[in-house]
């Protein structure tokens, strides 16, 4: 009879591998950029100003585009009893950033453990097991997915469709994507049309009977994210919608940047999936079966990239399922390997786990350089301790510190106080009252700078080892004002 830890290891072992990654993660890179400054400010307010919407982030700096506090709240809601535990406990906020990442990732693992069971019933242990290990040597998905991204919460939706999906309860998979593509992200609305029509085009569902199921469900969903974010928001408020006529209608998106229609193909999907980017290709053709699920999902990518505006974690919805079609060709290719040319397929494939094993450190190590503001910030808390009856200590954040690291989370207490006012004149600042600015200049009229804090720049290749070199450069410089000679004498590194 199998003890109880061997049964523990045996039901969740995939999930605690899976679930030390993403804690890892969380733990070596606790900060967060721009993309997720809406959700990570919201669960911030959440927590620590309660119903004082007047003190929250979003009504003082709304974002381009607004979005949905439901997500938000799910993850606060959780996360309260750990918050209010640190919060008796004195300890410092940055501890509760790390409770909501962990809290979101947590709601992430679960929902692909549930499609990762379904997958064990229709494909096999091994297939199982083959899905895990390519999940774990990848970077994104495990990255991503403790990230307060709207994005990742429309992945924990889509990763329960997937789940109905393989188990052939078609109605339940179209309600979830119904789901996420009104609530947290418009653009889900790309993966449910292939999906939907597929299942109608193969009998899987009725036109009549979809239209019973869905129609409610979307009303309902409405209904939610209308009552709740317009009176988060105090304005009549559909965030989605707003989303939609912005990026697809009005295509502003593009002003961020714009990549060429074949990018999800060449380059995020083949970085993002490792090696699992040509067995998910050689999964569809040893097994006929991937095609019902591959080519919905292909669609899905194809559909994006119509989209001038491309970035990597808007297709991150697709990675379950080309993994899925990854390990059902790697469990073929394993199955055979005693036979000749199989047995080479066998090397060829255990070549590239270990390379993308090597590439996912390569790029978690650029990732820990890629949030200067953030270590700039705490280095300034810890190094410039306050001294007893010293008066309010005003740090200024300029716009690309706060995009780049610095969230709500990062502040402490007394008597250290916070602007990220906008727009000021750089021969202004000798002016205004602040004591230190973080900023992305290196000089300032008025101020001296302290230290300054490195970041992730390139990537450069040498005939030498390591062959792979980081090249980092200072991204965010520390000034002090002149005016405060007590704080500023002290030994700073400085900026030479």
């Not at 727009?423 to 973080?438: E, H, K, S, V």
Request: charged share 15%; hydrophobic share 45%.
């Amino acid at each position: 009879m199998a003890s109880q830890p061997s049964k523990v290891l045996g039901s969740f072992g995939y999930d605690l591998l899976l679930g030390s990654i993403a804690t890892f993660y969380v733990f070596m890179v606790p900060y967060t950029k721009v993309e997720e400054s809406f959700n990570v400010q919201a669960m911030h307010d959440i927590l620590y100003h309660w119903h004082h919407l007047d003190k929250y982030d979003h009504l003082e700096y709304p974002g381009v585009v607004p979005r949905t506090f439901l997500g938000a709240f799910l993850v606060s809601t959780l996360a309260t009893p750990v918050v209010l535990i640190m919060s008796l406990l004195h300890l410092p906020k940055i501890y509760s950033l790390y409770a909501v990442r962990l809290v979101l990732g947590g709601i992430i693992l679960l929902t692909l453990r549930f499609c990762r069971i379904q997958v064990r019933h229709k494909f096999g242990h091994q297939v199982e097991a083959l899905f895990i290990i390519l999940s774990a040597v990848q970077f994104h998905l495990l990255f991503y997915c403790t990230r307060p991204l709207p994005n990742i919460l429309a992945l924990g939706l889509v990763n329960i469709a997937y789940a109905y999906w393989i188990r052939g309860r078609f109605y339940a998979t179209l309600n979830c994507l119904v789901f996420a593509t009104l609530v947290f992200r418009c653009d889900i609305l790309l993966l449910l049309c292939p999906i939907g029509i597929e299942l109608l085009l193969t009998g899987s569902i009725s036109l009549l009977k979809s239209c019973k199921w869905c129609i409610p469900m979307a009303l309902l969903c409405v209904g939610i994210t209308t009552c709740l974010d317009s009176f988060m928001w105090r304005k009549l408020m559909w965030p989605e919608f707003k989303v939609f006529w912005f990026n697809s209608v009005l295509n502003q998106s593009s002003k961020w940047g714009t990549y060429p229609f074949h990018w999800y193909f060449t380059s995020a999907l083949p970085r993002t999936l490792l090696a699992a980017y040509p067995l998910s290709l050689l999964g569809v053709l040893l097994d006929r079966r991937m095609l019902f699920y591959v080519l919905p999902v292909y669609s899905f990518v194809l559909l994006y990239s119509k989209l001038p505006h491309k970035e990597l974690r808007f297709i991150i919805a697709s990675v379950p399922i080309f993994n899925l079609s990854a390990a059902v060709a790697a469990s073929r290719i394993y199955n055979n390997r005693k036979k000749r040319l199989w047995n080479l397929l066998y090397f060829i494939m255990v070549g590239s786990i270990i390379v993308s094993l090597g590439c996912t450190v390569i790029t978690f190590l650029a990732s820990y350089e890629n949030y200067p503001s953030g270590y700039a910030l705490k280095y300034l808390h810890t190094s410039s301790q306050p001294m007893e009856n010293m008066k309010e200590q005003w740090i200024h954040i300029d716009s690309f510190s706060a995009m780049s690291g610095i969230s709500r989370f990062c502040e402490d207490d007394f008597p250290w106080r916070y602007s990220k006012e906008e727009r000021i004149p750089l021969r202004d600042f000798q002016f205004r009252n602040f004591t230190y600015l973080i900023s992305e200049h290196t000089t300032i009229d008025g101020f001296k700078c302290l230290f300054f804090v490195k970041g992730f720049s390139r990537v450069r290749l040498q005939i030498a080892f390591p062959p792979i070199m980081l090249v980092t450069e200072p991204k965010v410089f520390v000034h002090g004002n002149l005016q405060n000679w007590d704080q500023i004498d002290k030994r700073w590194p400085g900026c030479l």
